[in-house]
């Protein structure tokens, strides 16, 4: 993916296009990835994004890219890439527009005899945007799929 002029203006400093792992990653479009923690996920927010208002990104996009997002931070604090999600719970208290730049960030993570949950937060620079909560069965080490 290369990014516009107007994309490199928009997205921080320090967050780089992502490589989507899945077709249903590619198909977000706008997904970039912290340089310094891989597990910081973050969407770009484009009209193709929004609802059929033409001005707010969809909330059904944001939760899924919340639970994807999720997954990643999952995967890289317990080191399970094949984690299932149990629930995946968001309280909106502010919209998404076109052109933000949106990340959810973790802000609690247990991780205890097999489950783990995080509580975090999808916000953009200046406001927080919703509350996100999500549960999830980690296997055993000798029950994970190893990846090739």
Known sequence: MSMSSTVANTVPSGWEPMQARCAFEASFGGLHRHVEDCARIALLADAGHVNAGGRIVHGGLLMSFAAMACEHIVAARTECVDAERLDLKMDFSA???????????????????????????LRTADTVVATVSSSWLVPAPRERRVSA
């Open 95 to 121: 919209s998404v527009k076109s052109g933000d730049f949106v990340e959810v960030t973790c802000e609690s993570f247990t991780s205890i005899g097999g489950r783990a949950h995080l509580l975090g937060h």
